[in-house]
């Protein structure tokens, strides 16, 4: 069992950068025109992170969805997706990491691995070009593709782990591969799937992957969005649309649905992620504009 004070100072870390992140985000936005999200925006935001809370994933999805509209240049589609689904995915540490117990050296080991590395990943991303951003979004496409097959056709582990906590050199792996994972996320990989897949290799429930993969992504989604907010690398509209249309979604996943079959839908996602992925590989090879 947690450390029940540790885990009220971690509900409250997770509190104040929610806070610290609404001001530092209006303030580098100060002077700009106001940007108002259209139905759109904010249904996409809203139905996402539904489907995010209950464990299926939004990146994929979201930048399947944001491609085939053309909503935005494909170098934009990574901030937008970490500086709009922060505080939404904020909600959900919030609430995983106060009903899901868990040994707390491992979760905010895991934790803080992946804020470094999404620290170190936003700033590669803010300064890539074009092109080396839709590689790298097409083959994380792909690999998401990969992950809901697999899933799908029940080739990952088993759901048998029981253990709620991780020591010795397992722990120093999780750790280092979830340093990984934060660092991906910067390029639109989304962090639950491969998650989900190392604690259950790794003998932990199924169940501790969500306030590891939520609590993470809660705190580098923050760390790395203001610094696409510096760079300007993301869409505001659209960003606004996932912040204000996710905070309701997660709210009804999480407190309204107790039950919702969603393998159908695991293969609806999987088909429209591996489609997306080809239009952004495609987009990649396709030879640059001339000036």
């Not at 092109?131 to 697999?150: T, V, W």
């Not at 253990?163 to 750790?175: F, I």
């Not at 088909?271 to 239009?279: D, H």
Request: net charge positive.
């Amino acid at each position: 069992m947690p450390n029940v004070s540790g885990v009220r100072l971690l509900l409250a870390i997770l509190v104040a950068v929610a806070g610290w992140y609404v001001l530092r985000w209006r303030s580098l936005e100060r002077g700009r025109s106001a940007a108002r999200p259209g139905l759109v925006d904010l249904t996409i935001g809203f139905v996402s992170n539904f489907f995010d809370t209950l464990g299926i994933g939004s990146f994929a999805p979201t930048t399947a969805v944001f491609k085939l509209r053309r909503r935005m240049a494909d170098e934009a589609i990574p901030g937008t997706l970490n500086v709009g689904q922060a505080l939404p995915t904020l909600t959900e540490g919030l609430i995983f990491i106060a009903i899901v117990s868990l040994d707390l050296t491992t979760l905010v080991a895991m934790i803080s691995a992946a804020v470094l590395g999404a620290w170190l990943g936003a700033g590669v991303v803010a300064r890539a070009p074009r092109r080396a951003i839709q590689f790298a979004m097409g083959f994380a496409l792909l690999s998401a593709a990969a992950l809901l097959l697999a899933r799908n056709l029940a080739w990952l582990p088993v759901d048998d782990g029981s253990a709620l906590g991780l020591h010795g050199g397992t722990l120093v792996l999780a750790v280092c591969v979830n340093a990984l994972l934060g660092a991906l996320m910067m390029v639109g990989v989304g962090l639950y799937a491969p998650c989900l897949v190392l604690v259950t290799l790794l003998g932990m429930s199924p169940l501790a992957a969500f306030p590891i993969m939520m609590g993470s992504c809660a705190l580098l989604m923050p760390v790395g969005g203001i610094r696409f907010v510096r760079a300007r690398r993301y869409q505001r509209c659209a960003a606004l649309g996932l912040t204000l249309g996710g905070i309701p979604g997660v709210l009804c996943a999480a407190f309204l649905v107790r039950s919702l079959p969603l393998n159908w839908l695991r293969w609806l996602v999987a088909a429209v992620v591996l489609y997306a992925a080809v239009l952004m590989l495609a987009s990649a090879r396709a030879p640059a504009p001339e000036r």
